[in-house]
């Protein structure tokens, strides 16, 4: 800034000259500097002073402009290097929204994913997205999960204490997607098995009951049938050896 300030006068009509007339103050040239850096001219650094690089970077300005590279600004150059980096700023402007709402979508479609994964999907999301869009909803349900294994772990407790196929059914009414379901479904399975073999067996051990009755009650029947065929034979017999037949010849009249 001071050999600026000690440099001697431009001659008039020079292109430093032009450029003094101009008037610009040091925000005005911090100013110029942020545009030619938004338009990558590099002035190594946004200071207001108007240095080696700045001149530089003006230089290139220009001669992509199409304009004699003095490396000193005209009114009309000052102009055109504000409208082009306007547009450039409305442009990456454009370009950054685009982008946001590009991985705002990615986000909300990496969270519709997850949701319903419960806490599982809610880690994921928030391994990848800590400071999220639904980063307070994933919270809420890890916060949820750490409530709900205290309550399932509870139950897991009872159900087991009890060894009931009821106790283990109320376990799986509440807790259907827990990794102990599997196990719990299993023990309800087992029971029904036995109690089905068990009411078979009772089945069974009834009709023999019933057949032994049966046979008992007879019993005393048959005993009399069995007399009375014994007494008819014995009385055949004797009247058969009264008419003088033989022993065969009344087997064959009894046959």
Known sequence: RMAELQAPAAPTG???AAEAALNLDRAQRAQIQRQLRLL???TDGID????????????????????EPT??????QVDLLSRQAGERARRLEAEAQAR???EAAAERQSWERNRDRGEAGARDYLARYPQGLFSAQAQAVLAEAAQTDRGEEAAWARARAAGSAAAWREFLDKY???PRAPEARAAIEAMDSQRARDQAAARAEDGDLAATRGLDRRQPQVRLEQRLAHLAEHAGRHRLAREGLHH????????
């Open 14 to 16: 020079s292109p430093a």
């Open 40 to 42: 990558t001219y590099d």
């Open 48 to 67: 207001g002073s108007f240095g080696q690089l700045t001149r530089a970077a003006i230089a290139r300005f220009q001669r992509n402009a199409g304009a």
């Open 71 to 76: 490396g000193y600004l005209t009114g009309a």
């Open 100 to 102: 946001q709402a590009a």
């Open 176 to 178: 259907p997607r827990s």
């Open 248 to 255: 065969a010849d009344a087997r064959h009249v009894l046959l």
